[in-house]
């Protein structure tokens, strides 16, 4: 590969995949920036195309491909342009790279904050060690009043169906002061929700247990962060939680009672089969604790449907285990089968066709529950927070939603809603799943 010689030094960047891949495209970015670059709102500004990808199933390194086919007819439109690919497709194997001759830069996981080294030519690393800390440069790359803050990378729970340990290494959690040391200044610049992300939040520390510390120890200290801000947990795993967590959850002022816990099954023998670490009855006595003690919980989980071996009444328990909790929010996935997986080499895979019509069946019960619940809603009082403002409608999330992912609330706008405003506001009707609500009155605070 040559290095990077054009015209000017532009990058533009596309980020795909989950929260904690956003996380390194702001690292990336903070490194370029401080190594010169600026940053192009447009492919057409760009010298260099950076595309940070996900390969965790077929659909998001399909995503990603066609991402890069994009990217190859923007180069061949001026001389001079260059491509540069990082993240999970970097690490998947590196005989994928022959598949795309048209990218210039290779960049994987421990290669997120040195880009710029990586355009002067130096080796794409195959590691999976980098953790990055509170000093490192970041660009935030969310809305102003939103912050991610990856806590851990990497994964050793091993689930049969799943490669990433493979593309991210084995579990590394960072510090808890640099943790908090990072909160605290991104509340002092104004974020009012931050969205604690890892592979497995509720694992933090279980790497260096002799440091004594974990998620409840750490949300105790964020719990001490001067500032109005809440915290928001996504992917937990249900066989880590603690009575110490539980504890910490119940009594905390800041961390909302939102908890995304992808369940993935309840057949005893599929939870086996997926080295899930937990049975049947383990979940369903977890779930009945944390209902217990948690008020207006609101739980968002994700199952797997068509695994190998799934029979039809392994799949009509999965099916009456739903009906009875009644998950807020909940996504189905129909079982891919993952080449250099344990999964992927089971026999009795059920047909794409029936995996599929199973996780339809089971999202089209759930989306009549959460319409049967924004329904529920209607004459009710909320909090919500504002995103974004356009054409006369404030679109903004309560408790129960987390950006990008669940519902949201729309308000007509009086010309005084910004984006980052806290607002009681009284829920008038829904639209779809999502509610639709009025102003009451702006939260200062």
């Not at 795309?100 to 690393?125: H, M, N, T, Y």
């Not at 964020?222 to 937990?236: K, N, P």
């Not at 993952?338 to 019960?365: C, F, H, N, Q």
Request: hydrophobic share 40%.
């Amino acid at each position: 590969m040559k290095n990077y010689n054009g015209s000017g030094k532009y990058f533009y960047l596309v980020a795909l995949g989950c929260p904690k891949n956003l996380v390194d495209s702001e690292i990336i970015s903070g490194n370029l920036l401080s190594s010169g670059w600026g940053m192009a709102m447009a492919p057409e500004e760009a010298d260099l195309y950076i595309i940070n990808t996900c390969a965790f199933i077929p659909s998001a390194r399909n995503e990603a491909a066609e991402e890069i086919a994009f990217a190859a007819q923007w180069k061949n439109e001026a001389p001079g342009r260059q491509i540069l690919v990082s993240g999970c497709l970097s690490q998947y194997t590196r005989d994928i790279r022959k598949d795309f001759p048209q990218v210039d830069f290779w960049a994987g996981v421990d290669d997120v904050p040195r880009i710029a080294e990586i355009l002067q030519g130096k080796a794409c690393s195959d590691t999976c060690t980098y953790l990055h800390d509170e000093n490192t440069p970041l660009l935030q790359l969310t809305m102003p009043h939103i912050a991610y803050v990856k806590i851990a990378d990497g994964c050793d729970n091993c689930c049969s169906y799943c490669i990433i340990p493979r593309l991210r290494g084995k579990l590394r959690s960072r510090p808890a002061q640099s943790i908090v040391n990072e909160i605290a200044n991104l509340v002092a610049n104004g974020v009012k929700e931050v969205i604690i992300v890892a592979q497995d939040v509720t694992a933090f520390g279980m790497d260096r247990p002799q440091d004594g510390e974990n998620l409840a120890g750490l949300l105790r200290q964020i719990e001490e962060i001067e500032g109005s801000f809440c915290v928001r947990l996504l992917y937990t795993h249900p066989a880590h939680y603690t009575d110490e967590l539980i504890d910490v959850l119940k009594n905390s002022q800041k961390v909302l009672p939102y908890l995304d816990m992808p369940l993935q099954h309840i057949s005893d023998r599929i939870l086996r089969e997926m080295n899930r670490h937990i049975t049947s009855d383990g979940i369903k006595t977890l779930l009945k604790k944390l209902r217990k003690n948690i008020p207006g919980l609101v739980l968002r989980t994700t199952f797997i449907t068509g695994l190998p071996g799934e029979t039809e009444a392994e799949f009509e328990e999965l099916e009456n285990f739903i009906r009875e909790q009644k998950f807020e929010r909940m996504g189905v996935f129909p079982y891919a089968p993952e080449p250099g997986s344990p999964a992927g080499a089971m026999p009795d895979i059920p047909p794409v066709e029936v995996a599929e019509a199973r996780a339809t069946k089971l999202m089209k019960a759930q989306i009549g529950r959460m319409k049967r619940r924004s329904t529920s809603l209607i004459g009710s009082e909320m909090v919500v927070l504002v995103d974004q403002v356009t054409d006369g409608v404030a679109v903004a999330r309560g408790v129960w939603d987390a950006p990008d992912i669940d519902n949201v609330v729309l308000i007509p706008d009086d010309g005084k809603i910004r984006e980052g405003n806290r607002l009681l506001v009284r829920v008038t009707g829904r639209q779809g799943c999502d509610s639709v609500a009025e102003k009451l009155r702006k939260i200062r605070k």
